[in-house]
């Protein structure tokens, strides 16, 4: 299995409900970042939380860290049709300007 | 401030045609980082340039890839000899810090 997976790989939910979705990563990390994408489109930036840190919020989003299980987990709260997207996880070995590795994704659905 | 930009969007070669993809960091940012997306897959590293020097290219295939990134300009994604097998979204990233900003992507298609 590789770096940064995520679980589910598909999630359908009720417009207004909580989504949560996990992540998984398997060396040591410095950061740990959440991107979003529609169809066909790049990827938007949603949050980055340091390997020091245990949890962090960005309105809607809440994004915890645990690096002694090696785990991420994105919490999007009261969820939107909008927020229909696949969501991936990305983890940086060695710091700042490195490469990220990427998770196959989530494939999340909000239903109106 | 406007965001990583690349063209073109679409590219549509031919079997043994070169593929040029270009990318303009955000403003600020002297980091490069280029991606390719296979279809329902995540995003695969190629390589990490700074203005003039390639950093990492652990992610680049041997052969028919280049990439550059001048002093003055855009970096490049050169493919030579385009197969089919190349056919994906390319994507390019730019970062000052931790955080990597992605541009729009360039899908290209080889028939």
């Known amino acids: 299995s590789q770096q940064g997976e995520e679980d589910p790989q598909a999630l359908s939910i009720q417009e207004g409900e909580n989504a949560t979705m996990n992540c998984s990563y398997k060396t040591s990390i410095n950061n740990l970042q959440w991107y979003r994408q529609n169809s066909g489109r790049g990827l938007v930036h949603l949050i980055l939380?340091?390997?020091?840190?245990r949890e962090k919020h960005s309105g809607r989003l809440r994004v915890t860290l645990d690096t002694s299980k090696k785990s991420s987990s994105l919490l999007i709260t009261a969820s939107r049709a909008a927020d229909t997207a696949s969501y991936f996880c990305?983890?940086?070995?060695?710091?700042?300007?490195?490469?990220?590795?990427f998770g196959k994704g989530i494939t999340l659905s909000v239903r109106p | 401030n406007a965001g990583v930009m690349q063209n073109p969007r679409h590219l549509v070669r031919r079997r043994g045609q070169e593929a040029r993809l270009r990318c303009s960091p955000m403003k600020g940012h002297s980091h490069v980082y280029w991606y390719r997306q296979l279809p329902e897959e995540g995003l695969k590293f190629m390589v990490y340039l700074q203005k003039e020097n390639i950093i990492d290219e652990s992610g680049m295939p041997k052969e028919r890839f280049s990439a550059e990134f001048p002093k003055e300009g855009p970096s490049i994604l050169r493919i030579q000899q385009v197969v089919r097998g190349d056919s994906a979204a390319y994507f390019c990233a730019s970062s000052e810090a931790a955080a990597q900003y992605f541009g729009p992507g360039t899908r290209l298609l080889v028939l």
């Open positions: 939380i340091r390997s020091n840190e």
């Open positions: 990305a983890t940086d070995a060695t710091g700042a300007n490195s490469k990220l590795t």
